[in-house]
């Protein structure tokens, strides 16, 4: 799957590429702005898949426990960018 997400995102790559050797070509502008949209809306759909899977893989082991990812939650600490993760019944 990682290998996908690089061959999709490769075109837009190679235009912030062209923009760094030649900041003039119009042409590649206006096609990154244009591929940017799309390769964002690729990329979060394809986070979204991998998660649902990753969540999917979690609850089949803690199921086994009688436990389901959705026991867990994870609050973000603004200061550190750490999570904490609590077991909640």
């Known amino acids: 799957m ?4 690089l061959v999709r995102e490769t075109p837009a790559t190679d235009l912030k590429k062209v923009l760094e050797l030649d900041s003039t070509n119009a042409q590649a502008r206006s096609a990154a702005r244009r591929l940017e949209p799309i390769v964002e809306e ?6 979204e898949e991998m998660l649902g899977k990753l969540k999917d893989l979690g609850n089949s082991v803690l199921g086994h426990f009688g436990m ?3 026991n867990f939650k994870a609050v973000k600490d603004p200061n550190t960018g750490s999570y904490s993760i609590s077991y909640q019944s």
């Open 68 to 70: 389901s990812i959705d």
């Open 2 to 5: 990682c290998h996908l997400q």
């Open 42 to 47: 690729r990329r979060e759909k394809l986070k």
